[in-house]
């Protein structure tokens, strides 16, 4: 994929998720589909809290010299920050906020800001340039909760 394919899809994304969740019975929203599967709105919220760690991971790439980055644990989040408690307007409004923000961010970057780098835990060596195609193809991983059963 390349960086503007990604781009594309990275602003397609809010409004695919709020269809998505708009789309569902309100019952259906915090129920698990299997016991280790996320129930659709702790796939909103991992969405929305990522989006932001996103923005951190940008702006620490962009700023500071080979920075190291921490890992997102989802999985930990979704039960420490009860995610199915939550409300569904508050993720759609979070992601789209963070999502938009984060467009912006990628927009302004220099050509040079684009090929700085640092590391992340679990993953290694990463450039602020693969940034977009890794936040596309989480994304894309998550749509495959958008599958009716």
């Not at 708009?22 to 919220?45: I, Q």
């Not at 195609?133 to 059963?149: I, K, N, V, W």
Request: hydrophobic share 40%; glycine share 4%.
């Amino acid at each position: 994929m390349t960086r503007t394919e990604a781009l594309e899809a990275l602003a397609r994304m809010p409004d695919r998720l709020d269809a998505w969740a708009r789309s569902l019975r309100p019952e259906a929203l915090r129920v698990r589909p299997l016991p280790e599967e996320f129930a659709p709105l702790e796939h909103l919220w991992h969405l929305a809290e990522l989006e932001e760690i996103f923005a951190l991971r940008l702006q620490r790439l962009r700023d500071e010299d080979h920075p190291h980055l921490a890992d997102f644990h989802g999985d930990t989040a979704a039960v420490e920050g009860r995610y199915r408690e939550r409300d569904v307007e508050g993720a759609l409004h979070r992601f789209r906020q963070a999502r938009s923000a984060n467009l912006a961010a990628f927009a302004a970057l220099t050509e040079a800001q684009w090929h700085r780098g640092g590391t992340q835990e679990a993953v290694g060596e990463v450039v602020l340039a693969d940034l977009p195609g890794r936040m596309a193809d989480h994304d894309q991983s998550h749509t495959l909760a958008f599958q009716e059963p």
